[in-house]
């Protein structure tokens, strides 16, 4: 069982909005940065969002993240069917020195 | 360019022991902590190890602590992974990782599987 909580599927159509949740304590996400990570299917996980709400070069700002708290959320706008692909939340918990993971949330874009 | 390429990845039996490794390169390698991060067959990520830059702090999940050893060579930009005492559960992808002490991990090897059966 994941340290985090994520739906584990959400669906929208092209061209719409879809928002993933990632829910944590106080110790991981409540202390620390979130980050999030777009895996398509075969490949390694990318880096999509870090430090809550930043975005690494390259990366379109059709997506958004945001903190409050000890939860964390991705926003898609603007949906394609290439952004169909399992995405993860994470941080290190300081107070457990380690790495944690939310357990994935397979997007589908009808 | 960041670059990360896994290796010995393979097939063991329960019990067995295989080491990882991972070269690097396209950063100033002995500046960045480094993980390893696994995904089991159909599984979600799990956070394997962490090593510092300067190798002083190592940090295991429970599920490998006293089994895994993560250690890095700054001379030759590598960090490997040693799994002793392999079991079923093991078997995954393994993915060489650039960072989390931050809270991210900005950069990711392409993966070496490790299957554990007999």
Request: net charge neutral; with cysteine; glycine share 12%.
């Amino acid at each position: 069982q994941s340290v985090l909580t994520q739906p584990p599927s959400v669906s929208a159509a092209p061209g719409q909005k879809v928002t993933i949740s990632c829910s944590g304590s106080s110790s991981d996400i409540g202390n620390n940065y979130a980050s999030w990570y777009q895996q398509l299917p075969g490949t390694a996980p990318k880096l999509l969002i870090y430090e809550n709400n930043k975005r690494p070069s390259g990366i379109p700002d059709r997506f958004s993240g945001s903190k409050s708290g000890t939860s964390a959320t991705l926003d898609i706008t603007g949906l394609q069917t290439g952004d169909e692909a399992d995405y993860y939340c994470g941080t290190w918990d300081r107070s457990l020195s380690a790495g944690v993971f939310g357990g994935g949330t397979k997007l589908t874009v009808l | 360019e960041v670059q990360l390429l896994e290796s010995g990845g393979g097939l063991v039996q329960p019990g067995g022991s295989l080491r990882l490794s991972c070269a690097a390169s396209g950063f100033t390698f002995r500046s960045y902590d480094m993980s390893w991060v696994r995904q089991a067959p159909g599984k979600g990520l799990e956070w394997v190890s962490i090593v510092g830059g300067s190798s002083s702090t190592t940090y295991y999940a429970d599920s490998v602590k006293g089994r895994f050893t993560i250690s890095r060579d700054n001379s030759k930009n590598t960090l490997h992974l040693q799994m002793n005492s392999l079991r079923a559960e093991d078997t995954a992808v393994y993915y060489c990782a650039k960072g989390y002490y931050s809270g991210y991990v900005d950069h990711w090897g392409q993966g070496t599987l490790v299957t554990v059966s007999s």
